[in-house]
């Protein structure tokens, strides 16, 4: 599997990047499309938009399974939900 990226003005390929967890569910970006993260199990998976590569790997602090994440839409936070009832902004 693989993360493309496109611009949306023009549908040009920005970036490209390896989506290496199928069982993961859709990607959320960041409104100016500089980040891209998906929940998977006790991680989030973290892309930059730009030239997403192999994704960044963060611990759910709250040491639970994250069940959804959504950006503010200034794009300044990140937010998301986890088995433990927990909400984290980061």
């Known amino acids: 599997f693989r993360l493309v990226v496109?611009?949306?003005a023009t549908g040009d390929e920005v970036g490209l990047g390896?989506?290496?967890y199928p069982e993961v569910g859709r990607p959320r970006f960041r409104p100016d499309g500089g980040q891209v993260v998906v929940p998977y199990r006790m991680t989030l998976l973290v892309w930059d938009g730009t030239r997403p590569g192999r994704p960044a790997l963060v611990r759910n602090p709250g040491r639970r399974t994250l069940t959804g994440a959504a950006y503010h839409p200034s794009g300044r936070y990140l937010f998301t939900t986890g088995l433990d009832a927990t909400v984290t902004v980061w």
């Open 6 to 8: 496109r611009d949306v």
């Open 18 to 20: 390896r989506y290496p």
